[in-house]
């Protein structure tokens, strides 16, 4: 499997950004997809996950009401919608592909992860 983000930049706070995720390898739209990021001396966090289907979606506090995970399984590919984005939403941003019978925010539920694409929020 591979996975590839992109859309990443810099940005004032305030502004949107929209990063995607396109994979490759195997058969996409079974397995739940995720988001997580990692800032500067912390450790990878989750931020959002979608199922299968686009059914169930789940946030991070920090997420819920700016973010929007979603997906296209025609295209093999998974979304980040970031809103209204603050300095600490800094960080490297990975997705990563989960399990396939179930949502999961568990960074260890996830096989699969892509190279990371930067997110630099300035205020």
């Known amino acids: 499997v591979q996975l590839q983000a992109s859309g990443g930049g810099l940005v004032q706070a305030g502004d949107s950004l929209r990063l995607s995720c396109a994979a490759s390898?195997?058969?996409?739209?079974?397995?739940?997809m995720g988001w997580f990021r990692q800032a500067p001396g912390k450790e990878r966090e989750f931020v959002a996950a979608?199922?299968?289907?686009?059914?169930?979606?789940n946030y991070a506090d920090s997420a819920k009401g700016r973010f929007t995970i979603s997906r296209d399984n025609a295209k093999n590919t998974v979304y980040l919608q970031m809103n209204s984005l603050k300095p600490e939403d800094t960080a490297v941003y990975y997705c990563?592909?989960?399990?396939?019978?179930?949502?999961?925010?568990?960074?260890?539920?996830?096989?699969?992860w892509g190279q990371g694409t930067l997110v630099t929020v300035s205020s």
């Open positions: 390898g195997r058969t996409f739209s079974i397995y739940t």
């Open positions: 979608i199922s299968w289907n686009g059914g169930v979606t």
């Open positions: 990563a592909e989960g399990p396939r019978l179930y949502i999961a925010r568990d960074i260890g539920e996830y096989d699969y």
